[in-house]
Each structure stands twice: as C-alpha cells, then as structure tokens.
C-alpha cells in the first residue's frame, strides 16, 4: 500500500523542535506535533524550497534544530517552488507585519 503524502510546513518543524511553552495551548501543539512525528515514517512527507527557506531564518541555534544536518536529508523531497509563488513570498517577507499562510 502506497504511503500517504504529507506537505510538512513551517509550524510543523518549528513545534516539533520549539522549547517547552508555558502557553497551554502551544505546548499541546508541541506535544500533538511530537506525537505526531514519532508516526513521520508512515508517510512520505514533503516540504517546499519556501518552508526550508523560511526554517532557515531568524536564530542560527534555532535554525539549525530545525532544518536536517545532513545535505541529502535536505534535497530529499522538495517540493520546487513556482515563480509566482515566489515573487509573492518576496513581497510578504518585505512587510513588516508579516502574515502567515
């Protein structure tokens, strides 16, 4: 049977490897997130070139928990993002009032 297909975005990675949260509700995302990943090999799991890019910003010790050490684990599964899509992210990561997708 052919696994399911899971596009993995941004919240996903940041819960999983956030630290513990005094905020009940973020930490029962972390907690469901973490559960959740224990089950990731059940699924082929994809992320896009915009959610690897965004993971890899802000706090370099932050960044670093999130996105995979090694470069294969990086490429495997990416998802290519189109040029429109792109040219939209640009402008929203341009705002200072970002909004999330």
Sequence with gaps: MPKSTVYVETSIVSYLTALGSRDLVRAAHQELTRSWW???DSYAL???Q???DE???GDLT???R???RRKRDRTRNRLPADLELQAYRQRIIARQDRVYL
């Design 55 to 57: 993971a890899s910003a």
């Design 66 to 68: 999130r996105l995979p």
């Design 50 to 52: 915009l959610v690897i």
């Design 46 to 48: 994809f992320a896009s």
């Design 62 to 64: 932050a960044a670093n």
């Design 38 to 40: 224990e089950s990731r």
